[in-house]
């Protein structure tokens, strides 16, 4: 093979990276956006995309962790939703200062999460099954915690905390920029994120790595609920209170941007920059098809389109590794 052949090749590699083509689809969207809309390019359309990013961009990244693990979290929007319940009632019903109702929120988001471990491994209940009944029983809960109305009256400084920014950044996408990054050392350069590849691969391959597959479970989802209590917490603080159906259809956002981003249903694949890529993609969609007054029940159709050649390209790419 010659060095111009090499090169070419060298080339496509590099444009058949999900990363690369995720960029190059964000730019299109965007550039078509700003010449064909108003509002598109205004400095208050960009910051509500990047709020909207921001908490679905935490749950995504979370749920990549999982999936990544050959597993997958349908819970992760009732979890987010119970603590952003938590987080409300703490201050506006039992009296708790800010610090206490957060970490009640974040603790009560482990324990849900530690919850499906403990289906996945110990009873070795299929992911999906097991995390749709949390689902189901975390909105049971939230319903009869709530009596099904809005908690409002939290903090003032707390819920200003949302609508503050850093120059034109706002407050939440610092959050998720930061959270980014942490996850994305954490799975690249620390044991407990080579071993999510590992065992997303297969469990004999790592028993014959030697990872325990009990504490990688366990650490994988009680982590995954600890990035859900921090969306819980955000998301209280955004929109002022609490209300029964806080979180609800998160988790298809947040499976889509990951499986957009690169993370393989079948596991051991994904990445964080791609999840981010992701979600940045999901909510633009929504957010472009707003500004050239596209209807919602159409926006629901694309978007739902967007996810299915997702998944497709998924098990396109997994039967070409066979």
Known sequence: MNTEQQKKNKIMSILMKTEVSMVAIIAIIFIAASLGTQNFLTAYNLTNILKQCAIIGIISIAETYVIITAGIDISCGAIVGMSTLIVAMSQAKWGLSVPVSLLLGILVAIISGVFNAALVYEFRVPAFVATLGSQTILRGLIKVISNGGTVAGINKSFAGFASASVGFIPNLAIVWFVLAVICFLILKYTIFGRNLFVLGSGEEVAKLNGISIRKTIYSTYAFAGLLYGIAGILLCARINSAIPTAGEAYETNAIAASVLGGASLAGGCGSVFGTVLGTILI???????????????????????????????????KRGKR
């Open 283 to 317: 909510i633009l969609i929504d957010n472009v098809g707003t500004q050239f007054g596209i209807g919602a029940f159409v926006m629901q159709v694309i978007t739902g389109c967007v996810i299915v050649i997702a998944i497709v390209v998924d098990q396109l790419k």
